[in-house]
């Protein structure tokens, strides 16, 4: 994984916390000496060396023997202790993805698993806790140092609890980060799952050279992860960014939550199955009845695999779908200015012809100045976007509380 520099100022070690400030440097530069950290962090080189004492002392750093020489007594370098791990969960409405990563956030071990989001959250956890102790049971750690959680729904970050999600029912206030806690015996960090990917794309994807970009989950439903000044904003309430329930159709149909005409309910995973499945029965579309007629439903790959081969119907869903999920991103790069907007999600494996209507839609609305300069690109990370992400907000908790 690519390493990036802190996106907080080098020099800000007493805003953040020394030891936070020294833990994020090993995480994401590797090995450093002494006089590195000092001159990084600009802070006084005893007191640096008392935290590293400190440090040390409660394993989290140790030294990684001596410094490439450059003439002279060759300096010793510090790294982060072998021992960090720290469990990801990606929760989504149809599955589960659970990584255990390293002291440098790279994947130890991982496993994948279809889950009913709305079974509610005491079977959904107890899923979660058993493929935990599968991966503890398989050699992949033995006490985890953190647990980043991710939510397909509007989270209190603060409380570490979903509140009122459309897709999620009976998790309204349900504590999963005290419930995971004492579960795992380990700080937890819950989040929603779009902020998530967009941390990890930040961190380790194509979008970790800029501060400013806005991450589109484009999946059963669709979300925004809003990233600015290098950290992602949540709003008061932590429901920023929920842009799958912006009105595109004036009396469209009925989303999940309640409203009509959602960009959610019109090019949602779910949405997009219903239109072909209308499509195929209505006769519109012979490779979609086919298929239909084959496996008893339709998917979105379906709807894919149809434009692929060339089926008009299925490549005008696209098309309609990008174009209303591009007037909205239209209107979010003239109120935002991003650097960048990356899409990812299950429906980003639409391909090319999504991400060519959502760009002409985007660059053809929004003024020249906002978008001369705007990549508009699919996530160098995948599934993976969402594990990393977890991973590092457990690992900046950690950091944090060392």
């Not at 969960?89 to 130890?108: F, H, K, Q, Y």
């Not at 795992?184 to 380790?204: F, K, Q, R, S, T």
């Not at 669709?222 to 949540?234: A, K, M, S, T, Y």
């Not at 979105?300 to 209303?324: E, K, M, N, W």
């Amino acid at each position: 994984m690519a390493k990036v520099g802190l996106r907080t100022t080098e020099g800000a070690a007493v805003a953040e916390g020394l030891a936070y400030q020294v833990l994020c440097l090993l995480r994401e530069h590797g090995p450093l000496s002494r006089v590195e950290l000092a001159d990084r962090l600009a802070v006084p080189r005893a007191r640096l060396l008392s935290e590293l004492t400190r440090l040390t002392e409660t394993d989290r750093v140790r030294e990684a023997g001596p410094a490439a020489s450059r003439g002279g007594r060759r300096s010793t370098l510090i790294e982060l202790s072998p021992r960090h791990r720290y469990g990801a969960v990606d929760l989504g409405a149809t599955s589960v993805r659970i990584e255990v990563t390293d002291r440098n956030l790279d994947p130890v071990a991982a496993v994948e698993e279809a889950v009913d989001i709305r079974s509610g959250p005491r079977p959904v956890l107890r899923v979660v806790t058993d493929l935990l102790e599968k991966l503890r049971a398989e050699g992949a750690y033995r006490q985890l140092d953190g647990l980043g959680v991710g939510l397909p729904g509007p989270v209190s970050f603060r409380d570490g609890v979903p509140v009122s999600p459309p897709i999620m029912p009976g998790w309204d206030g349900f504590p999963v980060r005290e419930m995971l806690a004492h579960e795992h015996n380990c700080p937890v960090v819950v989040d929603n799952d779009v902020n998530i990917m967009a941390i990890g794309e930040g961190y380790g994807g194509v979008a970790r050279s800029v501060d400013d970009f806005l991450f589109v989950k484009l999946g059963t439903g669709i979300g925004c992860g809003i990233h600015l000044g290098g950290e992602v904003f949540r709003g008061k309430d932590g429901c920023a960014g929920d842009i799958g329930h912006m009105q595109v159709v004036a009396h469209g149909p009925v989303c999940a939550c309640g409203n009509t005409g959602c960009l959610e309910a019109v090019f949602g995973g779910a949405a997009l199955a219903r239109d072909a499945v209308a499509a195929a029965r209505a006769g519109r579309s012979e490779p979609l009845a086919a298929r239909l007629a084959e496996h008893g439903t339709l998917s979105a790959y379906d709807v894919g695999q149809a434009a692929a081969a060339g089926d008009a119907t299925s490549v005008a869903l696209i098309r309609a779908g990008g174009a209303a999920l591009g007037g909205v991103l239209a209107s979010l790069v003239s109120f935002v200015n991003p650097s960048m907007i990356v899409i990812g999600g299950g429906l980003a494996g639409l391909g090319h012809r999504l991400l060519a209507e959502v760009r002409a839609v985007v660059y053809g609305r929004s003024l020249p100045l906002a978008t001369g300069n705007l990549p508009l690109v699919v996530s160098e990370l995948g599934e993976r976007a969402g594990a990393l992400g977890a991973a590092k907000l457990a690992s900046d908790l950690v950091f944090r509380q060392s």
